[in-house]
């Protein structure tokens, strides 16, 4: 039973729309990342924070999405602008704070660009 | 850049009989090493994880030893039931590096009752 709770699970935008994404971490995991997983199960990072604070993200991200991390709020990843290829399972995980710890992933949102 | 290679699937096995998934990597820094089991409408979940070179990590009767040397961390399971069919990933998370985990593109598993 996942403790990473994401919603929606589903969503369905047209080309060009927006697509918001939330997640909340397991508690006391200060970190929470992103990952796109497509259709041929390869995951690509998106980003990750630590905190409220950016810790490393794509040039994708950078330019087409907008992710934070607000203190008491959820943590949410939006699409500016959809795209067929945006199409994919978002998830989201959390961790303790260093190298090698675990990632915890939530059950994923999965968006469909029609 | 870094990377994980694993057996392309999928792997179709009858009950009873034994697994072998191998994963190779490349990385310049000194991983911890993961395998991570998902199953259909969940996210991927820890099977077990070993962040030191020659120790062998272990879950529900998976295992796998990390080979420094070799570069691998191939997963074994000695006889598999119809409830292991769900994708594994291997994956690393270099030291030096925010956190994150690179992984393999999974090895589906289906086993036959």
């Known amino acids: 039973n996942s403790k990473v709770i994401q919603t929606p699970r589903y969503l369905v935008k047209g080309q060009g729309q927006k697509a918001k994404m939330r997640c909340i971490p397991e508690?006391?995991?200060?970190?929470v990342f992103w990952y796109q997983q497509n259709k041929n199960n390869e995951f690509k990072f998106l980003i990750n924070?630590?905190?409220?604070?950016?810790?490393?993200q794509i040039d994708m991200t950078e330019k087409r999405f907008s992710a934070e991390c607000p203190s008491n709020s959820p943590c949410s990843l939006e699409i500016q602008s959809s795209e067929a290829g945006d199409s994919a399972l978002y998830l989201c995980?959390?961790?303790?704070?260093?190298?090698?710890?675990?990632?915890?992933f939530g059950e994923g949102s999965r968006l469909i660009v029609v | 850049g870094d990377s994980v290679t694993q057996t392309e699937g999928p792997v179709t096995l009858s009950e009873g009989t034994s697994l072998t998934v191998n994963c190779s990597y490349e990385?310049?820094?000194?991983?911890?090493l993961f395998w991570y089991v998902q199953y259909p409408g969940e996210g991927p979940q820890l099977l077990f994880k070993?962040?030191?070179?020659?120790e062998k990590g272990s879950n529900r009767g998976f295992e796998a030893t990390y080979n420094k040397e070799a570069t691998s961390f191939h997963l074994q399971k000695a006889s598999v039931q119809e409830s292991d069919s769900a994708v594994y990933y291997c994956?690393?998370?270099?030291?030096?590096?925010?956190?994150?985990?690179?992984f393999g593109l999974g090895t589906t598993l289906q086993v036959q009752p």
């Open positions: 924070f630590q905190n409220q604070e950016v810790l490393q």
């Open positions: 070993v962040p030191k070179a020659n």
């Open positions: 995980a959390s961790s303790l704070s260093g190298v090698g710890n675990t990632l915890y």
């Open positions: 508690k006391g995991h200060p970190v």
């Open positions: 994956a690393l998370s270099p030291l030096g590096n925010t956190g994150k985990l690179i």
């Open positions: 990385t310049k820094q000194y991983p911890t």
